[in-house]
């Protein structure tokens, strides 16, 4: 029985497998999207968010062909991907998540492309951070879309009773164009464009249709800002038809995610 026996990596990774279908159906509905849309799928990067899920999974999706991925957590995501990056070329980490200012410098040393710039603090923890690692840091806007948000005119009232909510994240798009600017004032960050998350509980369309506004308002300012982050696995056809560039993409190519981590 020597020498004739498969090794476990000829007899089939059923992990793997199912990783390649989900790719491939994200795949063929981006292209179907794209197709009604009249747009080019080649214009669509579909980033696949990995958290929750093992650096077993996401070395899977290298050799898979995958190069961009999402993480939302600081201390997962550096973990994870210390390895991976090192040993595989051209994988481009992708910064999801909410960002605690004392958390800025560490994203700011192992991201490629920050997603959730909200609010001035943040911009300037970042900064300092890539500046610190000797990096040039790409960055996103996150524009808050819910029609829910009181407006700041409001009052105290009102922002304590949005604060009780779920923090999705996000700038008033009222604040966008501030954000745009110290973003260009800064010394280490590049502005890509801007990213949301659909509000809960709403069409997505119409919040879809108010972020491809504020992001023809940010490439006035800065035509290279080309980026529109915008769609998940259930509103990815509707995100497209938008002008969505940068799906991300989790449960409809890794399955549901562990409640507990
Ligand atoms: C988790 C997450 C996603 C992926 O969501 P799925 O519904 O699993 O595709 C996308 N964007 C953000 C900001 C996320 O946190």
Redesign the pocket.
């Known amino acids: 029985m020597t020498g004739f026996s498969p090794q476990p990596t000829e007899m089939g990774d059923q992990r793997a497998e199912a990783l390649r279908a989900g790719l491939s159906d994200v795949r063929e509905r981006v292209a179907r999207a794209c197709d009604a849309a009249g747009r080019d799928p080649a214009e669509v990067t579909v980033i696949v ?1 990995t ?1 929750f899920f093992p650096a077993s999974d996401v070395r899977r999706l290298a050799a898979l062909g995958v190069r961009d991925m999402g993480e ?1 957590r600081d201390q997962e995501a550096s973990a994870k991907f210390a390895d991976v990056k090192a040993d595989t070329a051209g994988l481009r980490l992708h910064f ?2 909410q960002i605690q200012t004392n958390k800025a410098a560490s994203v700011a040393s192992y991201a490629d492309v920050v997603h959730t710039v909200d609010r001035l603090k943040l911009v300037t923890a970042l900064d300092r951070g890539a500046a610190a690692a000797d990096r040039r840091l790409r960055v996103l806007v996150q524009v808050d879309l819910d029609p829910a948000r009181p407006a700041a005119t409001l009052g105290a009232v009102a922002t304590a009773a949005a604060s009780a909510g779920p923090a999705r994240g996000g700038a008033d798009p009222a604040d966008v164009g501030g954000l745009v600017a110290a973003v260009q004032a800064s010394a280490a960050l590049d502005l890509l464009g801007v990213m949301a ?1 659909a509000p809960l509980g709403v069409d997505p369309g119409p919040a879809f249709g108010r972020l491809a506004d504020v992001s023809r308002a940010v490439r006035a300012v800065v035509p290279d800002a080309t980026w529109i982050s915008a769609g ?3 509103d990815l056809e509707v995100a497209i038809r938008h002008g969505a560039t940068h799906l ?5 190519i890794l399955g549901s995610r562990p409640t507990l981590r």
């Open positions: 968010v958290k939302n999801i998540g998350v998940m696995s259930g991300r993409v989790g449960t409809a």
